[in-house]
């Protein structure tokens, strides 16, 4: 079990230091893999119900050339380290419960001045 609080402040931490919005709110995503689409998809129906948007399932081939089957659950909120941390904590617990790996959250350096480099030409 990965301690998702001290994560949380050190991820929270970097963002801001590199001049990411505090004041933004931030698309979170919480990972999770499992070879088994059915014991995946199962999750992705439960973690739906917990209120979070849940991506379609992905097939993906794993660093030891296994394949697995991969979703996020998404929510857009601001960067507050408690709900963040709560909410790792309660997926991490959830996905345990159907032996599906929980591969921890991440999210986007936001720009306070809305500038998107993917969104500029000149850039």
Do not use: C
């Amino acid at each position: 079990m990965e301690n998702w609080q001290e994560f949380t402040e050190e991820t929270i931490a970097a963002l801001l230091e590199d001049g990411s919005d505090p004041d933004a709110l931030y698309t979170i995503e919480h990972h999770f893999y499992h070879a088994d689409f059915k014991k995946l998809e199962q999750l992705a129906v439960e973690v739906f119900k917990l209120g979070f948007e849940v991506t379609d399932a992905e097939e993906i081939e794993l660093d030891d050339g296994s394949l697995a089957w991969v979703f996020d659950a998404i929510r857009e909120q601001s960067l507050d380290a408690d709900a963040i941390t709560a909410d790792a904590i309660r997926l991490e617990k959830v996905a345990a419960e159907h032996g599906i790996e929980y591969d921890g959250w991440g999210t986007y350096f936001e720009d306070e001045d809305g500038f998107d480099p993917d969104e500029d030409d000149d850039f």
